[in-house]
């Protein structure tokens, strides 16, 4: 069993156990549908329900840095704006950080996984949630890496690995290595308005020790549907920074040699 | 008396039970045109061969081809998309709508297919247009309106006005291993009459993968 597979089992079977003993989840309540279209709830959403965003905004920043491996900083600091976001020149931003921030998607449900598809598709990309099979032994490193789930009651736990390491954990630009590790507990909370969720991130090569939080997002009422959204509407501003972020590479590379 | 009342008991669930239309779900992938498949079927057209009014060719001749949608990262609308070999979709029907995913995401992008609305009475123009969707018997009629003027129709620079209509008809063949595909651009501003292209979609037992256009820098 390789180590990957091993901490996965291992973090799949303390979500479990975590879920079964502390949360109120009524016993065998079944899975109901949640297909609609879901926007990170802000205040008004959130008010009166008792639940809050964790380290909302910007502030995720600071809980991840926290926990940052001294390279891990250093590189941090070393990175720029503009040229290292990979946002900026419409490539992913990764999993970590686009959902997190301002995260809006379509969450579908079909045979055998959950597709989420988030509004802005350049940055954020679409995420397949498989329900009927295993990680791969040895997947290909992407942007949002391989992710599996299973139901417990109306509760999904999703485990996913195989990144790339071209993305941040968030806008601070905070480096993960192919080693990340992402946990999420995912249920329906105030009356099935929200949905709540639990994000844990692990990555020993990066991090010291993991950290988790929650998000919070609102289901939109019926109707209310998902607009269009291209990253690259300006070719020219895209070709700008682009190329921007091209020579600045350069630059590093050769003050390297 | 009883035997009837029996089988109206057993003969409801059943009815119910049958789907009302085919199942779509599935990765699909476009064929070759040098492929024949069983019973004669193969691509037909190309959006190369649609035919401009006057003034659309001669804005198509001026552009700069440098400057083409697909160079540039960008969505190419899916009168274009679906015509290209090997393009990847997945669709996924859920509730009232159909979503069409696209592998290669920065081109492609993705479509939500209304089943249950007309287009709405005033429409922002979008990229990839507003798309809504009937059955007919086994076959979904998507069509579809309201696109920016920021796509091209073909390689060779051919615009179209905010006037274009899609009407794209989907059907299951071959047992359910092949979908066909069959579009028709209408635009009464640059074409000089409705043009209809066909295309045949494999299914797969596969799953999509990250496609990020520019990737390779």
């Known amino acids: ?57 910007e502030r995720l920043n600071d809980l991840i840095v926290a926990h940052l491996q001294p390279w891990a900083k250093a590189r941090m600091e070393a990175t720029d704006g503009v040229a290292d976001d990979t946002g900026q020149v419409c490539l992913p931003d990764g999993i970590f950080r686009y959902p997190s921030m301002a995260g809006r ?6 045979r055998g996984r959950i597709v989420m598809v988030f ?11 498989f329900l009927d099979r295993p990680h791969p032994k040895n997947p290909i490193p ?27 954990l ?37 991090l010291t020790s993991a ?19 291209v990253c690259n509407e300006d070719p020219e501003t895209w070709k700008a920074y682009r190329d921007a972020a091209l020579k600045k590479e350069l630059d590093r590379a050769r003050q390297v040699k | 008396m009883k035997a009837l009342a029996l089988s109206s008991i057993l003969c409801v669930p059943l009815a119910l039970a049958q789907p009302a239309h085919p199942d779509l779900q599935g990765v699909y992938q476009s064929i070759s045109d040098r492929v024949t498949l069983s019973g004669g079927r193969e691509n037909v057209g190309s959006p190369a061969a649609i035919q401009l009014l006057p003034e659309a060719a001669k804005q198509a001749k001026a552009v700069d081809l440098k400057k083409d949608p697909w160079k540039m990262c960008q969505p190419v609308g899916p009168f274009r998309m679906m015509a290209q070999e090997q393009t990847k979709i997945e669709l996924v029907p859920v509730r009232a709508m159909i979503v069409m995913l696209f592998e290669d995401l920065s081109h492609g992008v993705f479509r939500t297919i209304y089943l249950k609305r007309g287009h709405p009475g005033k429409l922002e123009p979008t990229w990839l247009g507003d798309s809504v969707a009937r059955w007919e018997g086994d076959t979904l009629v998507i069509d579809t309106v309201g696109f920016n003027d920021q796509t091209w129709l073909n390689d060779e620079g051919a615009q179209h006005s905010d006037a274009l209509h899609l009407v794209e ?16 651009a ?18 797969l037992d596969t799953e999509i993968l990250d496609d990020v256009c520019q990737d390779e820098e």
């Open chain 1, 105 to 110: 998607f379509l969450w579908l449900e079909e």
């Open chain 2, 186 to 203: 209408e635009d009464p501003k640059t074409l000089v009459k409705p043009y209809t292209y066909t295309r045949y979609y494999k299914k």
């Open chain 1, 170 to 206: 968030f806008g601070g630009m905070e480096p993960h290595t192919e080693e990340a590790h992402l946990l999420e507990r995912m249920r329906r909370v105030a009356d099935g308005s929200l949905l709540e969720i639990n994000i844990t991130v692990e990555d020993r090569e990066a």
């Open chain 1, 119 to 129: 509004d802005n598709v350049n940055t954020a990309g679409v995420r397949r949630i």
């Open chain 2, 169 to 184: 008809r989907i059907r299951p063949v071959l047992a359910g291993a092949y979908l066909e595909y069959k579009v028709t």
């Open chain 1, 211 to 229: 950290y988790t939080y929650n998000r919070y997002y609102k289901k939109q009422p019926d109707g209310v549907e998902m607009a269009e959204d």
């Open chain 1, 1 to 57: 069993m390789s180590n990957t597979l091993g901490r996965t089992l291992v973090a799949l079977l303390v979500l479990g156990m975590a879920w079964s003993a502390g949360q109120a989840q009524p016993a065998g309540q079944a899975h109901t549908d949640w297909t609609g279209y879901y926007a990170l709830a802000n205040n008004r959403d959130l008010a009166g329900t008792g639940f809050h965003q964790d380290a909302p905004g």
């Open chain 1, 142 to 168: 992407s942007w949002n890496g391989d992710s599996v789930g299973r139901w417990e009651g109306d509760t999904l736990l999703v485990d996913t690995i195989g990144f790339n390491d071209k993305s941040w």
